[in-house]
């Protein structure tokens, strides 16, 4: 049986703080974790499912810093979750290896 993923938290992708990417690699050891991607099927889309998973998953996550990475122009409501729950994007964007879609990186801090 095939499952999608509704969103986790999991180890942080290193990559995405590198040049060629967000650039911001002075920033990378003050994250060990990262929000994982969302996805919600077209015909449940619009339903605040993605935005409440989001804030259940923070808010059990704790006092942790926090990263996500999203794609920027196609997935705008995931931007702005993400900005809704205290994210803000970072450094470069970069284009993704598997589609001509530009990432960014989103970054929460709790413990400034």
């Known amino acids: ?20 990417k ?3 690699p002075e920033l990378s050891d003050a994250f060990e974790w990262e929000l994982g991607y969302f996805y919600t099927e077209k015909e449940f889309q619009r339903c605040g499912i993605a935005s409440k998973l989001n804030e259940i998953l923070i808010s059990d996550f704790g006092q942790g810093n926090l990263m996500a990475t999203t794609e920027i122009s196609e997935n705008p409501a995931v931007t702005k979750i993400l900005d809704k729950n205290g994210f803000k ?3 470069n964007t ?5 589609h001509d879609n ?3 990186l989103f970054l929460k801090f709790f413990n400034n």
């Open 89 to 91: 994007q970072v450094g």
């Open 1 to 20: 049986m095939f499952q999608k993923r509704a969103g986790a938290i999991k180890e942080k992708t290193i990559s995405v703080f590198e040049p060629g």
């Open 102 to 104: 530009k990432l960014g």
């Open 22 to 24: 967000a650039d911001v």
């Open 94 to 98: 970069w284009k993704s290896i598997m």
